[in-house]
Each structure stands twice: as structure tokens, then as C-alpha cells.
């Protein structure tokens, strides 16, 4: 099994484990980021720093992929290996917020909006399982197959968008409640 594909069942296996014990909405999302920061971080080690400083101690003069251990590659390709991580932590961050404030507005109806703002995440990790067996090597070889990967991709961002924003709502909505009541209306 790939590493993408660990990552995609670790990332859809542990929430669901949350989820079904009822943990708070927080917790979904904190477990997301965790599986993306933890997992992204080895790979990125193994992956991309470890063949560089491997190449560098055996051949100093190696020029080959040179490229590949720059440090904007390097760089760039950290805040992409990571960049997945940040907005799931982003949000469990202002849920744990509204739940210390005690103004989460509807719990259980934001653990079940976390699996369509997901929705934007798990496709592109599920299009690259799927890419690593069926890439074709020219333009040409893209069959129907492709076609059908990007309507779905663009759908899942519509779901997740409308999710994401109805959270949003629901933070707003939480937020002006605790400032009524801070202020005594």
C-alpha cells in the first residue's frame, strides 16, 4: 500500500472512530490535521530531505538531481506537504474556542458537517491512489476515466465550500451570541 493511501484510510479512519464515539467537533478535526502534520512530516523526512543528505554524504559531485534538494524545492515542497494539515487545524482551533466559551450552536450538527468540508480533501488524495496505478504517460492516453475525476473533484469543492461556509455561519452565529450575553442584551 502507498503512503498516499495510508494517509487517505488513517484520514478517514480515525474521525470516523471519533465520530461514532461522539467526541466533540473539535477533536474531528484536530485528528485530521494530526494525520496529515504527523504523516506529512515523515514523508517529507524520509522522502525528501533523507535522499538528499544521504546523496550529499556519498557523492558530493552528483549533479543529477541537484534540482530536487535546492532549497526552494525544498521549501516549497514543505509547505505543500503540509499545507493540508493547516486548514483542519485552523478550524478545530475556533470550534474548541466556541466550545471553552460554551457557544457551540449545534454540536451534533457540526460533527456531521465535517465529513462534506472534508469532502475537498479526501479527493485528491482518493485521485492519486487512483493515479498512481492508472496514469497514462501522454496526453493522448487520458481516457474518459480523467474526465470523470475532475467533475468529481469539482463537485466535492462545491460540497466543501457549502459546508465550510455554513460552519462558518455557525461560528459566526456562536461568536455574536457570547458578545450578547458578555454585554448583557
Request: charged share 15%.
Amino acid at each position: 500500500m502507498s503512503f498516499l493511501a495510508v494517509t487517505l484510510v488513517l484520514s478517514i479512519l480515525v474521525p470516523l472512530i471519533l465520530h461514532i464515539r461522539r467526541a466533540k467537533p473539535a477533536w474531528m478535526f484536530a485528528s485530521v490535521a494530526a494525520v496529515f502534520l504527523l504523516l506529512g512530516g515523515g514523508y517529507f523526512a524520509l522522502w525528501k530531505i533523507a535522499p538528499g543528505f544521504a546523496a550529499s554524504v556519498t557523492l558530493p559531485s552528483s549533479g543529477s538531481d541537484r534540482a530536487y534538494h535546492d532549497t526552494y524545492y525544498v521549501v516549497a515542497n514543505f509547505g505543500l506537504v503540509f499545507a493540508f494539515g493547516y486548514v483542519p487545524l485552523i478550524i478545530a482551533a475556533l470550534l474548541a474556542l466556541q466550545a471553552r466559551l460554551n457557544v457551540l450552536t449545534f454540536p451534533s450538527l457540526t460533527r456531521w458537517l465535517f465529513w462534506p468540508s472534508m469532502a475537498l480533501y479526501y479527493t485528491p488524495l482518493g485521485t492519486s491512489v487512483y493515479l498512481e496505478r492508472h496514469m497514462a504517460r501522454r496526453y493522448v492516453e487520458y481516457d474518459e476515466s480523467i474526465r470523470r475525476l475532475e467533475l468529481i473533484a469539482g463537485t466535492s469543492a462545491l460540497i466543501s465550500g457549502v459546508a465550510i461556509a455554513i460552519l462558518a455561519a455557525l461560528f459566526s452565529w456562536g461568536m455574536v451570541e457570547w458578545f450578547r450575553r458578555r454585554r448583557g442584551v
